[in-house]
């Protein structure tokens, strides 16, 4: 399926995305969602996660601000998800950053999820590959995590999806670079967490690997055309909601993506 097409079919869908995510992107990531096109929701709470994944289309699931009541959350609704069939996605924010991320992470991988998205450090530590990176942020470029991504995509069977100045995706088998976007992106905080949201979104319309390059181009597209026109940080960010918005099936430059 095409980018475009899986625009169209994301926006008349109107898919509802469960997201359990860190507080800094909670509201990031529901605007993003509905800019897009999308329907967010945002719910950890072990009691009612089972009960709520059955009606959603789709389960994203980041680990940024964790806890063990939240870890629980995670697990009952991945659990649903692979019960009721729903694809789920999985953002494992600066996993190696504590002994106690990197268990709960190491739990999480061994799930199985659909699609993993993650920055260049984030994606070699979790393939097993020493990485340089800081706390959220990555210290390793993309080029650097490449071979990692391939062997964890094989490892799980999944997508994995390196996020940076040029997005890199794999199945395994089939890899390809996505550019656009802007320098200013880092400097707006969740967005990464947003694309993981935002990934959740075109899961449900299309394959795995077509889902997540439509929404990286979806993304890198709104941010191009963001940059063109903002200040800075500040106005980037609303103009970068707007461009999410704005767009419409056929407006994705599918140029960007560059099969290797």
Same mark, same amino acid.
């Given at each position: 399926m095409t980018p475009n097409q899986a625009l169209q079919d994301m926006?008349?869908?109107?898919?509802?995305?469960?997201c359990i995510t860190?507080?800094? @992107?909670?509201n990031v990531a529901a605007n993003v969602l509905l800019a897009a096109g999308a329907s967010p929701a945002m719910m950890h709470a072990t009691e009612e996660v089972a009960d709520f994944v059955p009606v959603t289309d789709a389960l994203t699931v980041n680990i940024g601000t964790l806890s063990p009541h939240w870890v629980d959350g995670m697990h009952k609704a991945i659990a649903t998800a692979q019960e009721t069939g729903k694809p789920w996605v999985l953002d494992p924010v600066a996993h190696f950053a504590t002994p106690y991320r990197s268990g709960v992470t190491r739990d999480l991988l061994a799930r199985k999820p659909t699609i993993i998205r993650g920055n260049a450090s984030e994606i070699m530590a979790l393939a097993g590959v020493d990485s340089a990176g800081k706390g959220a942020?990555?210290?390793?470029?993309?080029?650097? @995590?490449?071979?990692?991504?391939?062997?964890?995509a094989k490892a799980q069977s999944?997508?994995?999806a390196v996020t940076g100045v040029t997005d890199f995706v794999t199945q395994g088998a089939r890899h390809a670079n996505i550019t656009g976007?802007?320098?200013?992106?880092?400097?707006?905080?969740?967005?990464?967490c947003s694309l993981t949201a935002l990934i959740g979104a075109y899961a449900p319309v299309a394959a795995p690997l077509d889902a997540t390059i439509a929404a990286l181009i979806h993304f890198?597209?709104?941010?191009?055309r963001a940059a063109a026109n903002c200040q800075g940080p500040g106005s980037f960010a609303a103009g970068f909601l707007d461009q999410l918005h704005i767009l419409q099936p056929g407006d994705l430059d599918e140029g960007r993506v560059k099969w290797d």
């Open positions: 926006r008349s869908q109107v898919p509802l995305v469960h860190n507080y800094v @992107a909670m942020d990555s210290g390793d470029g993309v080029d650097d @995590a490449r071979d990692a991504a391939i062997m964890l999944c997508i994995v976007g802007s320098g200013v992106m880092p400097q707006v905080t969740a967005l990464g890198a597209e709104a941010g191009a």
